[in-house]
């Protein structure tokens, strides 16, 4: 096991989350380790992104509480803490999520124009670097509409890691790629956990990262609007009794997607 059980980086306790007055999950509470993969699994419609929205100070939370990095991010504390909160998180969003209309290099600028006081020479070096970081080096005067799926994901990763962040969120990060391509990311995922020490929070459905770079992992269920089960992948395949999970992890996966690199 990876990660200082005895201080969390991350504690969230009895968590209501949702949208208009619709609790989307309830009674949720988990913690995550310092240095570790941690994995939010389920289908679709489960309340992952919801989760991870409300983690990140994008979505309010009815109760409950949520502590990142030493921030309460909970009601009474939020607007100040969100701010100084965002300066130590970083957030891959589905698909890059990059500003059309800057170029890569100004994609990786911005947080650290937003966030910081460094001088701009300063500021080009580090950019520089995170676009190393991601092997997107040569790239950064090309426009987001001129990258592949793949280097999008990568570019978005660049960003997100602009500020050195202690915690990485990222929601589906090889969703829609192609299986080299998704392979190439969960590769840099590990390799900042390894060099970094960056706690990664990943939301995935996809099999093979979930198995390849998780080190925990809690499964979400929408109709029961919380969390159903925790462990390693291993010890969920190997030991879990509940239907739900079995399914979620003996998916068939059909000829169709696997030339395109989909799971069902």
């Known amino acids: 096991?990876?990660?200082?059980?005895?201080?969390?980086?991350?504690?969230?306790e009895n968590l209501m989350v949702g949208y208009t007055g619709n609790p989307v999950l309830e009674e949720v509470s988990f913690s995550v380790n310092r240095g570790e993969v941690f994995t939010v699994l389920g289908p679709?419609?489960?309340?992952?992104?919801?989760?991870?929205?409300?983690?990140?100070?994008?979505?309010?939370?009815?109760?409950?509480k949520i502590r990142i990095a030493g921030e309460d991010i909970g009601p009474g504390h939020r607007r100040d803490a969100v701010r100084r909160l965002r300066s130590r998180i970083g957030v891959l969003f589905q698909s890059g999520?990059?500003?059309?209309?800057?170029t890569l290099w100004d994609n990786v600028m911005l947080p650290l124009v937003e966030f910081t006081d460094l001088p701009p020479e300063l500021i080009a070096t580090v950019v520089q670097l995170k676009l190393d970081l991601v092997k997107l080096g040569k790239d950064g005067n090309r426009?987001?509409?001129?990258?592949?799926?793949?280097?999008?994901?990568?570019?978005g990763l660049a960003r997100a890691m602009a500020l050195d962040p202690q915690v990485l969120f990222c929601d589906e990060p090889t969703s829609g790629l192609d299986p080299p391509t998704a392979v190439e990311i969960d590769d840099l995922l590990l390799e900042l956990k390894s060099v970094l020490g960056v706690t990664v929070v990943l939301v995935a459905h996809e099999l093979s990262t979930v198995e390849n770079v998780s080190?925990?992992?809690?499964?979400?269920?929408?109709?029961?609007?919380?969390?159903?089960?925790r462990g390693t992948v291993e010890s969920l395949k190997r030991e879990s009794k509940d239907p739900?999970?079995?399914?979620?992890?003996?998916?068939?996966?059909?000829?169709?997607?696997l030339e395109v690199g989909q799971l069902p």
Do not use: W, Y
């Not at 679709?44 to 409950?64: D, I």
């Open 215 to 229: 080190d925990r992992c809690i499964m979400l269920d929408g109709e029961a609007k919380t969390i159903i089960a």
């Open 143 to 155: 426009m987001p509409a001129e990258l592949s799926g793949g280097m999008k994901r990568r570019a």
């Open 44 to 64: 679709s419609g489960c309340g992952k992104t919801t989760l991870l929205k409300a983690m990140t100070g994008l979505l309010p939370f009815v109760k409950g």
């Open 97 to 102: 999520a990059l500003f059309g209309s800057l």
């Open 1 to 12: 096991m990876n990660g200082d059980q005895d201080n969390p980086i991350i504690t969230v």
């Open 244 to 257: 739900r999970v079995q399914a979620f992890f003996n998916r068939k996966v059909s000829s169709k997607h």
